[in-house]
């Protein structure tokens, strides 16, 4: 059976730290472009952060830039999301997914929509007080 699990989220509060993880099984994702996205009550799944097979290219949503760093451990089959200076506005359930048809290239533009991606995790809930 194919997972992706998250695990990691809480409270926190605004300004400070949390480190997601992603841990898949059933196939390997070693060769598969990983990302994260999150879910706020009442609002549209929407992209945060995508990493290619080698880990060497990454992209963020404008929202979190600066403050988010994706990477990956292939070895472990994981994936991780380290956020830094939180906000509350970044409240919101994380999901981890997997897209395994693109050859483990990133590209802007496609990586960055839901749509993409074939595997998802059940999501970690994140929540930032102020």
């Known amino acids: 059976q194919v997972q992706l699990v998250e695990s990691g989220g809480g409270l926190v509060q605004a300004g400070g730290s949390l480190r997601l993880s992603c841990a898949a099984s059933g196939r390997t994702f070693s060769a598969d472009v990983m990302a994260w996205f999150r879910q706020a009550p009442g609002k549209e799944r929407e992209f945060v952060a995508a990493?290619?097979?080698?880990?060497?290219?990454?992209f963020y949503a404008d929202s979190v830039k600066g403050r988010f760093s994706i990477s990956r451990e292939r070895a472990k089959n994981a994936v991780y999301l380290q956020m830094n200076s939180l906000k509350p506005e970044d409240t919101a359930v994380y999901y981890c997914?997997?897209?395994?048809?693109?050859?483990?290239?990133?590209?802007?533009?496609?990586?960055?929509?839901?749509?993409?991606?074939?595997?998802w995790g059940q999501g970690t809930q994140v929540t930032v007080s102020s």
């Open positions: 990493i290619s097979w080698t880990g060497f290219t990454t």
């Open positions: 997914a997997a897209d395994p048809s693109s050859g483990g290239q990133l590209y802007r533009g496609r990586h960055d929509l839901k749509g993409r991606y074939d595997y």
